[in-house]
């Protein structure tokens, strides 16, 4: 976790948020209400920090695989699903440092460099935003990662989020394309 005053404050008001039945909307609202908020550099379609790899709950891996087979045309999701698979194949005995410094797209994320199932996403991603678009892009360019510069409230409460899912759900985090290979 950043180091920063009251990091246990906000990962505590993210673990809080992580009980709520509708989770996402409860993290979103934690996590905007960080004081750091205004000062983000996050925009639609930068897509640095989608090239690392994420960690998903299985309940998380559930509503993503929901999300998809229910919003994507069956086309696009047949393409997705090879994708997913080939790229799950891929990565067979590659641990998480390697496959963060090959950098590679996450399955979900689209031509267009968004992701396809945002309202979706899991808390690894809601919960990262960045303060410095040029950090992101010089931790992309393996210059510096993680990147110095994230919200470091909103990054705490994400944090606690995730450990609420977690402890509800097997006790575990999954690697989203390895999670996702087993589900779609
Ligand atoms: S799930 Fe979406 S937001 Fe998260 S890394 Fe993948 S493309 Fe980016």
């Given at each position: 976790?950043?180091e920063?005053?009251?990091?246990?404050?906000?990962?505590?008001?993210?673990?809080?948020?992580?009980?709520?039945?509708?989770?996402?909307?409860?993290?979103?609202?934690?996590?905007?209400?960080?004081?750091?908020?205004?000062n983000?550099?996050?925009?639609?379609?930068?897509?640095?920090?989608?090239?690392f790899?994420?960690?998903?709950?299985?309940?998380?891996l559930?509503?993503?695989?929901?999300?998809?087979?229910?919003?994507?045309?069956?086309?696009?999701?047949?393409?997705l699903?090879?994708?997913?698979?080939?790229?799950a194949?891929?990565?067979?005995?590659?641990?998480?440092?390697?496959?963060?410094a090959?950098r590679?797209r996450?399955?979900?994320l689209?031509?267009?460099?968004?992701?396809?199932?945002?309202?979706?996403r899991?808390?690894?991603c809601?919960?990262?935003?960045?303060?410095?678009?040029?950090?992101c892009e010089a931790?992309?360019?393996?210059?510096?990662?993680?990147?110095?510069?994230?919200?470091?409230q909103?990054?705490?409460?994400?944090?606690?989020?995730?450990e609420?899912?977690r402890?509800?759900?097997?006790?575990?985090?999954?690697e989203?394309?390895?999670?996702?290979?087993?589900l779609?």
């Open positions: 976790m950043p920063t005053s009251g990091s246990q404050a906000w990962f505590y008001r993210g673990l809080e948020a992580g009980l709520e039945s509708d989770v996402h909307a409860a993290a979103d609202r934690v996590i905007a209400d960080s004081p750091d908020a205004p983000r550099e996050c925009t639609s379609g930068c897509a640095f920090c989608c090239h790899p994420v960690g998903a709950t299985r309940g998380e559930d509503t993503l695989a929901t999300a998809l087979r229910r919003d994507l045309s069956d086309p696009t999701y047949d393409r699903v090879e994708r997913v698979r080939r790229s194949n891929e990565l067979r005995g590659v641990d998480e440092k390697t496959q963060a090959q590679r996450c399955v979900l689209g031509d267009d460099d968004r992701c396809i199932a945002y309202p979706a899991p808390i690894a809601r919960g990262w935003n960045s303060l410095s678009r040029n950090a931790g992309f360019r393996g210059e510096a990662f993680p990147p110095p510069s994230p919200d470091a909103a990054y705490a409460s994400g944090l606690g989020v995730h609420a899912l402890r509800a759900g097997d006790g575990t985090t999954h989203l394309t390895r999670g996702l290979a087993a779609l």
